[in-house]
């Protein structure tokens, strides 16, 4: 048979897409081992420029849509933002605890019975607030955070009567054989008045 571009030549071959006949001259190979001739060589070579075209004309359009790849995180993507995020709490919950001030403790002074029944209610009070109004079982579990821990004050608790009542929340008098003055006065959450017999 004769080569369909060159009648004169023998053909040696025939292409792999339109099957003509194709002679030496004529014969293309490409890289997948077929046998192309020119025309089909050259459709295939503006297919594929058509591809790589449409592909960077879509890559463009989606840029200016605003259409861009999602990212989507991985498992370790995700443990790193989650503990990033646990770190910044934690620290900000640690510098807010350590810039909140603490409330003075109190040093009750034992020479005026007012000042001292007056001093211990103000650390019951305080208590009560920071315990869902709740009064302590004894005095002691006044100190260290409402009480100052002193001498003068384990000695001024020591005279010192105190009661749970469920009406007035607490009584604290002074004891009547403590020999310090104010064994008449009683103090409660509403104030320090004279013992009424």
């Known amino acids: 048979m004769a080569c369909i571009y060159h009648p004169d030549h023998d053909s040696v071959a025939f292409c792999a897409k339109c099957e003509a006949d194709l002679c030496e001259d004529c014969v293309i190979r490409v890289e997948d081992g077929r046998t192309l001739c020119h025309r089909c060589m050259l459709a295939l070579s503006i297919e594929h420029v058509k ?3 449409s592909i960077l004309i879509q890559a463009e359009e989606d840029e200016v849509v605003g259409l861009k790849r999602e990212w989507h995180p991985t498992y370790i993507h995700k ?5 990033a995020l646990l770190v910044l709490v934690l620290g900000g919950l640690w510098f807010h605890w350590s810039q909140t001030e ?3 403790q109190i040093t ?4 005026d019975p ?3 029944l007056a001093g211990v209610q103000a650390a019951l009070e305080r208590y009560a607030v920071s315990h869902s109004n709740r009064y302590p079982d004894s005095l002691y579990d006044l100190m260290p955070g409402f009480l100052a821990v002193s001498w003068e004050n384990q000695r001024v608790l020591r005279y010192l009567e ?3 009542d469920e009406r007035e929340g607490y009584r604290l008098r002074i004891q009547a ?5 104010g064994a008449d006065l009683i103090a409660n959450s509403q104030g320090i008045n004279p013992l009424r017999e």
Not at 108 to 111: A, D, I, K, L, Q
């Open 51 to 53: 591809s790589e075209t």
């Open 79 to 83: 443990i790193v933002i989650i503990g």
């Open 102 to 104: 603490q409330p003075p």
């Open 108 to 111: 009750v002074e034992s020479s």
């Open 114 to 116: 007012v000042e001292v």
């Open 162 to 164: 105190y009661d749970l």
């Open 177 to 181: 054989d403590s020999g310090l003055p």
